[in-house]
């Protein structure tokens, strides 16, 4: 049994990190960073993606990435699948998380996987139908994600009301967690705070779950608004790993390392050990290049009162 | 007349910034940015601090640059000072508003001015005094810093009781706002809404404004639980100036254009021009060497809408 959590921080730099690398990480990296996470005490990471490899030559390792990782103690491993074909590879390997991801841009969702984006969420009832086929219904967990919820690249602001829409046709699809991702980090604290009320409202019973990018440095500030919404699920990336590759230094996800460090500061069990956490990135930077690798924690060091702590004091 | 601001964003970088620069930059240097930032619209900088020249050469100018920033029209013109020596150098040059700093840790003052923390204190009451005495007590506004407050490199995490105690004695002593400073970048953000409260309750009728770093990444959401509390003035240093000279890349204060990006996001008036502000960076940075610079706004750019804003659209 483990220990009772109050935020869940899910791992999605092997994915949404990876996939923006040129050059595919060894699959013993991928799954020596995986174990080392795991033991720091991150319980859910979303380990590849079940795209066609000749797309995304990363992930070509994807069934060997999650068979190792369905055999790594204590962990949730999710993948994700941007269609039925890839939902059925996942299926056959018995992943017990899919996450299925809709761009609420309509020109994100043409530009991203070439359908309309009322074709997009159709087709989520398609994976429903092939996983309780298969058997699956109690074994394995459908999340749907929404990109480009906060706002787009092509398209600018988008509409509070299209989020809540796809959000309820996914919730009445059968989506066992809602995804509301801040794709290209346009958001802001105010409206993270209306969006995912919005999306609360449709969604009861449902957990939300926030997938914000730190590309204009609001990352924890909305992590902060939405917290106060009640979100308790996080997405985040081991050193900020991803972002454009066409922009040096700007990051992608937020860091998981800093998330963690404010969570763990406001006195929010993670679960994770913060020290093994900055020591696994440690490991992952030598496979990476530490060019690859962002956030302040891990060059500012954690506070003399967190090394109080490990000596036998108290940090709350 | 000036617009009404929701939010009050004051430019630290000068002082806070230039202090940890091994390099004075030329006063023609200082002016230009000075003046360029107060056309951009913010409306209160600290300029410089009243420092000897022996211990900080980067301050050898104050006279020059108090001088000519009295003349930036629409500007609200700070200087730091350590003591009463520098209030009065300060007083004699007709500086509208003064910072006098205290560090609520006793060990971090008693290195930083080598004097007891309570010393310390008793010595805001005789620079009130210099100043009613100079003849320049409704022209001179007197602020309070409060350095440390959320937490010290020497001694850990600091008792929130302390921090009231501190206010408390200053808003007696006659200080016309209280600054609450993150000196070292350990708060969080459920630790600056305890302490801000605390201290708010303390002070009634007095602004409290707040001085955050982003040493590790915490800055822009500190600022966001502040705000939650009913703080309306904060500092932040153009390009997060600052830090640490023997951490390369840790950044210090909070980063000018990424916090006003946040507010002006958020729907809150700063009176700032975003595009203004990038470009007076951009300016600074010919001077202080790119690599002296942080920020993400700086790197990703400003969201699509903000272009379409430009071009006739609505923002908000």
Redesign the interface.
Known sequence: MQPALDVLVREVGLRDGLQSLPTPLPTSAKLAWIRAEAAAGVREIEVTSFVPAKLLPQFADAEQVVEQSLLVPGLQVVALVPNLRGAQRALALGVPKLDYVVSVSRTHNLKNVRREREASLEDFRGIVQARDAAGRRQTTTLAAGLSTAL???????IAVDEVRRCAAFLAEAGAQEILVADT???G????VREVFRAVLAETAGIPVAAHFH?????G??N???ALECGIRRFDASLGGLGGCPY?P???GNI?TE?LV??LD???LRTGIDIERLLAVREQAAQHLGAGQMH???A??GL???YQ?ARSGGRLH
């Not at 706002?151 to 602001?157: A, K, V």
């Open positions: 706002g787009c690249s092509y398209e600018g602001r290209v980090g346009y802001d604290p105010g409206q730190d590309t204009r440095g609001l924890l500030a992590v902060l608004a922009a230094g700007a990051s860091v800093d460090f404010m500061s406001m006195g956030g302040a924690l060059r500012a506070p003399l009162h109080a």
